[in-house]
């Protein structure tokens, strides 16, 4: 985040505001995230953030089993658009009965 935010200045204050709320919670499922960040939205094995009034996309897989939040990208409105933070695969071969984000468990 620091990385991003030192090329867009505009974006520290959200990103910093962002990780004070969320290193405080301990999200099971991806409705409490939504409860947390209406904006927030499960794409793939993702949660994507807008940050920054729309402006900024985070993009985030949560283990939620683990309580542990991993940031992938944080990108710009038009980096987003692009699309190619779809092809990062963390996460995508979770662990049998590992909770996804839709809060279903897998098999």
Same mark, same amino acid.
């Given at each position: 985040?620091?990385?991003?935010?030192?090329?867009?200045?505009?974006?520290?204050?959200?990103?910093?505001?962002?990780?004070?709320? %969320?290193?405080?919670?301990?999200?099971?499922?991806?409705?409490?995230?939504?409860?947390?960040?209406?904006?927030?939205?499960? %794409?793939?094995?993702? %949660?994507?953030?807008?940050?920054?009034?729309?402006?900024?996309?985070?993009?985030?897989?949560?283990?939620?089993?683990?309580?542990?939040?991993? %940031?992938?990208?944080?990108?710009?409105?038009?980096?987003?658009?692009?699309?190619?933070?779809?092809?990062?695969?963390?996460?995508?071969?979770?662990?049998?009965?590992?909770?996804?984000?839709?809060?279903?468990?897998?098999?």
């Amino acid at each position: 985040m620091r990385e991003f935010w030192e090329q867009h200045a505009n974006a520290q204050a959200p990103l910093e505001e962002w990780y004070s709320v %969320v290193r405080k919670v301990k999200w099971e499922k991806f409705s409490e995230v939504r409860a947390t960040y209406r904006a927030a939205d499960a %794409v793939n094995q993702f %949660v994507v953030f807008d940050v920054g009034g729309n402006k900024f996309r985070l993009i985030a897989f949560i283990d939620y089993q683990r309580a542990k939040l991993f %940031v992938r990208s944080v990108l710009t409105h038009k980096g987003y658009d692009k699309g190619a933070w779809k092809n990062d695969e963390f996460g995508q071969q979770p662990r049998p009965g590992r909770k996804l984000s839709n809060g279903k468990r897998t098999s």
